[in-house]
């Protein structure tokens, strides 16, 4: 893992999205999109450069890493609905190259596979872009005994939820209680994958991330396995982090 940190959000989303910029310049075509907080400051910085530098997305396809079960793509907080608000919309990606998971599936496993398939079909993915949650998770990949290699179904854990409330007016009990997710060995078979975290709340499982064992209660530090994983932390989210790992 390359660690880099900047003295505060603004600067990873700038940094994290020169990466993202020089991929697609130098001809990527899949990217891998998260939403949630940790990548608005990339998507607002990719949004400036396509409007005042020239950026084009013009061949680019986006798949998303996650689902709401139960959400259609049409309802405000589903993530089909959030990434082309928050991104693709602004900066000419066609909806129908923005892909995601089918969580309104009757057989939310078949749709689960069908993915994994589109995925396969146009990738491997260039650049995946992910953020951190404060238990570790990664895209919808929770804690637990074991991880699911390939996208999943996944039942949300309450701190998840509890998280994700903001978006639902505060109300956790309008927070799916399911999704569907890419599983860590899909996410593991990008070329290049970056992770933005910023603020205290998520120094520990960075620390973790970084320096603890590869297990799957903590998902992210499956990211130890992957040969190009860039880390771009703000001095919050990079607290406990030992000298080793500073640049």
């Known amino acids: 893992m390359e660690v880099v940190i900047r003295q505060h959000e603004q600067q990873c989303g700038v940094t994290a999205a020169d990466i993202i910029a020089d991929a697609v310049a130098c001809g990527a075509t899949t990217l891998g999109l998260a939403t949630g907080s940790s990548p608005l400051s990339v998507y607002r910085e990719l949004i400036r450069r396509h409007r005042k530098g020239g950026l084009t997305f013009a061949d680019v396809q986006a798949f998303l ?38 969580g309104i599936a009757e057989d939310i496993f078949g749709a689960a596979q069908a993915y994994d398939a589109l995925i396969t079909d146009a990738g491997p993915i260039d650049v995946q872009l992910l ?47 399911e999704a569907l997710s890419m599983g860590m060995g899909t996410i593991l078979k990008a070329a290049t994958v970056i992770l933005i975290a910023t603020g205290e709340r998520k120094a520990q499982c960075v620390e973790q991330m970084v320096h603890g064992a590869v297990t799957p209660r903590l998902p992210a530090s499956f990211l130890q396995l992957h040969r190009d994983v860039e880390l771009y932390l703000d001095h919050s989210a990079a607290s406990r982090l030992s000298p080793r790992s500073r640049p």
């Open 65 to 102: 890493l996650d689902e709401y079960v139960g959400l259609p793509p049409g309802h405000p907080q589903s993530y089909a609905h959030v990434i082309r608000a928050e991104f693709t919309d602004h900066v000419g990606i066609a909806s129908d190259r923005v892909h995601s998971p089918d």
């Open 131 to 177: 953020g951190i949650g404060a238990n570790g998770h990664i895209g919808f990949n929770e804690p637990g005994d074991e991880l699911a290699s390939r996208t999943h179904r996944v039942k949300l854990a309450d701190s998840t939820r509890r998280d994700n409330a903001g978006l639902f007016a505060g109300d956790i009990s309008k927070v799916p209680r």
